[in-house]
């Protein structure tokens, strides 16, 4: 089995557009509400989950840390929901997306994801299940509830991409 | 004008369910996923904003703290969808709600939310805009987008309610 090294790049809202939302602060818009005492940074991420009658839900993911060299043998996908992650950690963690290519994930791109700076995978956009750095890590989560299979998984056949070093 | 203190009661989740639900991992359901790596707690929230064609946005909110006395003169409601806090600071906030009376906010509660746990208001329950304690902080907030008027102010016509501690 051929082992691929793969890169990890900065997380930019150009570089993510094909896969989904950057969840910051950065270039949102700003409201000031609440008679002044609340600013409002508006609109960081549009939820997709109405699909087959499905509901957006809240949840908390508890991720176990991934030290280098991580290995990425698999990738999944959500045919009928968008799945944001937000850190409530304080640390920064790994996020590792792909093209689809005839029903199947392509060669992964890897990103580094800042504290305060979540995403959110378009509905059907193949992902990494999450990869948490330094310490176990919380997330909030929102995705879809619902009938319907909404989980797709696939093993790379015949090779194997490897993450040395975290940093970009 | 009469003012009437308000004490701050603790936050649970059976004090707090005519409102909402308490956003917390505490006696969630719990599934281990991710080839065992990531523990999911499941569901602590229902988003409830697809009343009159409005999706869910994830937005951020920064709000200014308040000291006691706090000073509770008007509330408000969205009658169109669920709104949820999620405190990102690790700091507790202050969270005032009041049944509704005849199409007015009654006496309000206040409950502490204690650092990791945060609030999901249920569509047209009257609630007060954010009170973050302490230092400024900040809160993912999923709330809903779309047409329609979904926000209703009232100011308590005859009475001020003062809140003259924090701790319950």
């Given at each position: 089995?051929?082992?691929?090294?793969?890169?990890?790049?900065?997380?930019?809202?150009?570089?993510?557009?094909?896969?989904?939302?950057?969840?910051?602060?950065?270039?949102?818009?700003?409201?000031?509400?609440?008679?002044?005492?609340?600013?409002?940074?508006?609109?960081?991420?549009?939820?997709?989950?109405s699909e087959g009658g499905g509901?957006?839900?809240?949840?908390?993911?508890?991720?176990?840390?991934?030290?280098?060299?991580?290995?990425?043998?698999?990738?999944?996908?959500?045919?009928l929901?968008?799945?944001?992650?937000?850190?409530?950690?304080?640390?920064?963690?790994?996020?590792?997306?792909?093209?689809?290519?005839?029903?199947?994930?392509?060669?992964?791109?890897?990103?580094?994801?800042?504290?305060?700076?979540?995403?959110?995978?378009?509905?059907?956009?193949?992902?990494?299940?999450?990869?948490?750095?330094?310490?176990?890590?919380?997330?909030?989560?929102?995705?879809?509830?619902g009938p319907g299979?909404n989980?797709?998984?696939?093993?790379?056949?015949?090779?194997?991409?490897?993450?040395?070093?975290?940093?970009?």
């Amino acid at each position: 089995m051929r082992t691929i090294p793969i890169t990890v790049r900065p997380l930019t809202e150009q570089a993510f557009a094909p896969f989904g939302d950057v969840v910051s602060v950065e270039g949102a818009e700003r409201r000031l509400i609440n008679n002044g005492s609340t600013e409002r940074f508006h609109d960081l991420a549009g939820i997709d989950v109405s699909e087959g009658g499905g509901r957006a839900i809240v949840s908390l993911f508890r991720g176990q840390p991934f030290a280098p060299p991580v290995v990425v043998a698999m990738m999944e996908r959500h045919p009928l929901g968008s799945q944001l992650f937000y850190p409530l950690s304080g640390r920064p963690f790994l996020v590792v997306v792909a093209p689809d290519e005839a029903g199947r994930p392509g060669e992964p791109l890897a990103f580094l994801c800042p504290p305060g700076t979540g995403v959110n995978y378009a509905r059907n956009t193949w992902h990494h299940p999450l990869l948490s750095l330094e310490a176990v890590s919380d997330f909030l989560v929102i995705d879809r509830e619902g009938p319907g299979n909404n989980l797709e998984e696939r093993e790379y056949p015949d090779v194997r991409y490897r993450i040395d070093a975290v940093a970009p």
